[in-house]
């Protein structure tokens, strides 16, 4: 196990910069998940941990020893590859202990080894088999046990799961949390699924364009996003954004209605801003409320997800009750003042507490 720090991390190809002077720390024994949107750099990020991609420029340490400059071998970390990487020709024990007979383990320690992450793993049975007989969350196990029976310093996953289906996605992050749990090994895991991010790390780095808009734990990042990126990125449904301006009498929308705005932002400047309310904290009030009509009403047994149109904006509402509505007709929304977001509608930055 091992503390991951980034400092000043640049990476440009030719003239185009890519990652632009990320500092990160990654503390012993942690799972941080790296999540944004495709082409924000963070397989890029990834591969300049473990050494398959140059930096352009800033330093990258592993257990207090600068690896800039180090080949991949010399890191003591372990890939796992969204393809899985196995060898088609050796069975699962051989492309377990690969790595380790390679670096000069006795056929005796490869084989201990194999049997320990086998049982970790539940491959015990699968050992003589080759990756052709394997399903796939079989095969993303080989891999994982691949890379464990080396016990190195940092796990480096790359959107593991992303062949997968979405039922055996997440059997599989559940396996690769429990994992965590039990060796307690530094994790860095690349993924575009925040869903994934928020259910299995302890840290979440949100990447947009080459930079960190915000790292934290999950639920903070939930709870109080640095800006409307983040807000709009972690979650799901997404977060509702609604154009308008700050008013003394409340958030005034283009449609002329007034959206309460919570007691402790009050003291906001007036001006235009940015109002953000997720869809389970939009409800439906019998007697008062601002009017919308339904546009879409999509039940999925525990919830229904309603979509409604505020003005020349599109809303969505995630209710628990099961609500007899139809398309057309108008609905009054009650959003829960304690949980409303607000944003300036320049930079997109939090504005107030």
């Known amino acids: 196990m091992a503390e991951v720090l980034l400092s000043n991390v640049r990476k440009s190809y030719g003239r185009t910069d890519v990652i632009h002077g990320i500092d990160l720390t990654i503390r012993d024994g942690d799972f941080v998940a790296l999540v944004g949107p495709s082409g924000c750099g963070k397989s890029t990020l990834l591969r300049m941990v473990a050494g398959l991609e140059a930096i352009t420029h800033g330093d990258i340490s592993i257990g207090g020893r600068v690896v800039t400059d180090l080949d991949p071998k010399e890191r003591d970390i372990a890939m796992v590859f ?50 052709r007989q394997l399903s796939g969350g079989q095969r993303q196990r080989v891999a994982m046990g691949r890379a464990i029976v080396r016990d190195p310093q940092v796990f480096l996953f790359d959107e593991p799961l992303s062949n997968l289906d979405a039922k055996l996605r997440i059997v599989m992050r559940g396996e690769i949390k429990t994992l965590h749990q039990k ?102 009030s019998t007697d008062s409320g601002i009017p919308a009509q339904v546009l879409l009403v999509e039940p999925t047994g525990s919830e229904t997800q309603v979509t409604v149109q505020l003005g020349g904006t599109r809303l969505v509402c995630m209710l628990r009750e099961r609500a007899a509505l139809t398309p057309g007709s108008t609905v009054q929304l009650q959003p829960r003042v304690d949980s409303v977001h607000l944003f300036d509608a320049a930079s997109g930055k939090r504005l107030g507490a």
Do not use: C
Request: hydrophobic share 40%.
């Open 82 to 131: 969204q393809n899985y990487a196995l060898y088609p020709h050796m069975t699962v024990a051989a492309n377990m202990g690969f790595s380790l007979e390679h670096r000069g383990g006795s056929k005796t320690q490869v084989a201990e080894r194999v049997r320990w992450a086998a049982g970790i793993l539940g491959l015990e049975q699968l050992l003589e088999r080759y990756p």
């Open 183 to 284: 060796l307690k090994t530094t994790t860095i895991y690349v993924t575009h699924d925040q869903v994934e991010a928020m259910t299995m790390a302890d840290t979440v780095v949100v990447l947009n364009a080459g930079r960190v808009e915000q790292a934290g734990p999950p639920l903070e990042l939930y709870d109080h996003p640095a800006n409307q990126f983040v807000a709009g990125f972690i979650g799901s449904p997404s977060m509702n954004f609604i154009a308008g301006t700050i008013t003394a009498d409340g958030f005034s929308t283009s449609a002329g209605a007034v959206l309460p705005l919570p007691e402790s932002e009050n003291r906001l400047p007036h001006g235009p801003a940015i109002y953000g309310v997720r869809p389970e904290h939009l409800a439906l």
